[in-house]
């Protein structure tokens, strides 16, 4: 059983930036492939971005390519997604997600363990 718990949302003007953090409540993190989804009011969770266990490969939704940045250090069992020219499209609240198991990365299904989400306000 894994706990992830995020952190760092808040309320940002378009072409801010935001740090998101999540945290990992493992022995073996980097076992885990991590990815951050998001989901907006009246809408289907989505994927944002992922990064391998090895920290070799990171995909990106074609909506935050060239903005956003995944990240991880194995050593302090955290993921990051840094979020630079932030719009107001981007407002979402944000998960943070963890497989071992290997998995299509773009799907929610794919993941097993979720944190609670961290809301992500972008005002125009």
């Known amino acids: 059983q894994v706990q992830l718990v995020e952190s760092g949302g808040g309320l940002v003007q378009a072409g801010g930036s935001l740090r998101l953090s999540c945290a990992a409540s493992?022995?073996?993190?980097?076992?885990?492939?991590m990815g951050w989804f998001r989901q907006a009011p009246g809408k289907e969770r989505e994927f944002v971005a992922t990064?391998?266990?090895?920290?070799?490969?990171?995909y990106y939704a074609d909506s935050v390519k060239g903005r956003f940045t995944i990240s991880r250090d194995n050593a302090k069992n955290t993921v990051y997604l840094q979020m630079n020219s932030l719009k107001p499209e981007d407002t979402a609240v944000y998960y943070c997600?963890?497989?071992?198991?290997?998995?299509?990365?773009?799907?929610?299904?794919?993941?097993?363990?979720w944190g609670q989400g961290t809301q992500v306000t972008v005002s125009s």
């Open positions: 997600a963890a497989e071992q198991r290997s998995g299509t990365y773009y799907l929610v299904s794919s993941y097993r363990y």
């Open positions: 493992t022995r073996t993190f980097n076992s885990y492939a």
């Open positions: 990064i391998s266990r090895s920290d070799v490969s990171t």
